[in-house]
């Protein structure tokens, strides 16, 4: 099954590899003229992932390659914040039946084990895994976890994976290479998700 997807996104790439990184070109350039509406769209995209399934790790290396690395981690970062702050608050007014309805009941169950185990770290392990992540920020405001120290800790992986994800895209667009910002973007986060897997069953 792996092996399947990988060749969808793999074997596109090689056909109309030229293609793409030539279209990429050409949309940087005209992105380069409106930075402000870029931060808005991209910035606006990452503050509502705890609504939609909004692909933070693609939208974090679209800021590096349309922003340059400095604006384009910033814009993630605030983004991402503004995420971990409704999501907490939405956690903390509605309670555990809106978090149920959002996650599942076994995803924040499960979350709660890691959260046993860990303390306040295992927010910062969740961060970088696609919907653990979002079950984190809403399980800490059901549980009622101090908002100062959900805000340092949350930030501070926030910011890890701003600038990490915003530098893979200004490469990428140094090099006019899509293929690289796409597969940093999809491949990080699904190697957490199995990293993730494989701990549960061990």
Request: hydrophobic fraction near 55%; include cysteine; charged fraction near 15%.
């Amino acid at each position: 099954m792996v092996a399947g997807v990988l060749a969808l996104v793999i074997v596109p790439f090689m056909i109309w590899g030229d293609r793409v990184d030539g279209w990429t070109s050409v949309f940087l350039e005209s992105a380069h003229g409106k930075p402000m509406l870029v931060m808005g769209v991209l910035g606006g995209l990452l503050a509502s992932d705890i609504l939609f399934p909004v692909p933070s790790s693609l939208v974090s290396t679209g800021c590096g390659m349309l922003l340059g690395l400095t604006v384009g981690a910033l814009t993630s970062l605030v983004g991402m914040i503004v995420s971990c702050v409704s999501g907490y608050w939405l956690g903390r007014i509605c309670g555990r039946p809106m978090a149920v309805k959002m996650c599942g009941e076994k995803d924040l169950d499960r979350f709660e084990a890691v959260s046993e185990k860990f303390g306040l770290w295992a927010l910062v392990i969740a961060r970088p895994v696609p919907v653990l992540a979002e079950v984190s920020v809403l399980f800490a405001g059901v549980s009622r976890i101090s908002f100062s120290r959900f805000m340092f800790v949350t930030s501070l992986s926030n910011l890890g994976m701003s600038v990490v994800y915003a530098g893979i895209g200004a490469y990428a667009a140094e090099l006019n290479s899509f293929l690289l910002a796409f597969f940093a973007g999809v491949c990080l986060p699904g190697l957490l998700m199995l990293g993730v897997k494989r701990h549960k069953r061990i």
